[in-house]
């Protein structure tokens, strides 16, 4: 048990990002395929506004639990909200590109691309997030 206990330790980020990580990832495809299956929204804009409510999640979530940033000066909390939302741009852009290849390219079902697309950027957020935005001081 004391094995368990320092490996989770050494490895809490990594732990803590994949269990929030894939919350997030839940979140961005259940709102996806609520608009876009549900209400009719375009795909592209389903995309977007499945990528804004998750990554406000992903956000708090990272900077609380995950990377545990002590950031609580004004000017520390403005620079992570604003490179965590910049490099979730581009992480967006990479997203909006399979997603178009996907689904107008390929002719594929967007919700199986969103599903596939999904993983690829939940590992490049969170080597953004641990290398550029809440990196220790």
Known sequence: MKKIN????AHYALISY?????LTTLINIITF?????????????ANV??????????FVTNK??????????????IREILSFF???????????????????VLHLDAALV????????VLINYV????FIFKKS
Do not use: C, P
């Not at 506004?49 to 992903?58: G, H, K, M, N, Q």
């Not at 997203?95 to 689904?103: A, E, F, K, P, S």
């Not at 969103?114 to 950027?121: H, M, N, R, T």
């Open 128 to 131: 953004f997030s641990k290398l």
């Open 49 to 58: 506004i499945a990528w804004f409510v998750s990554v406000v999640f992903a």
């Open 18 to 22: 994949l269990i929030f990580g894939g």
């Open 33 to 45: 395929v609520i608009f876009q299956s549900y209400l009719g929204v375009n795909y592209q804009f």
């Open 114 to 121: 969103k599903l596939f697309d999904q993983v690829f950027i």
């Open 86 to 104: 910049g490099f979730r741009i581009l992480s967006l852009v990479i997203d909006q590109l399979i997603m178009t290849i996907g689904v107008s």
């Open 6 to 9: 320092e490996l989770f330790r």
């Open 64 to 77: 609380l639990w995950v990377f545990g940033s002590k950031n609580v000066n004004f000017s520390g909390f």
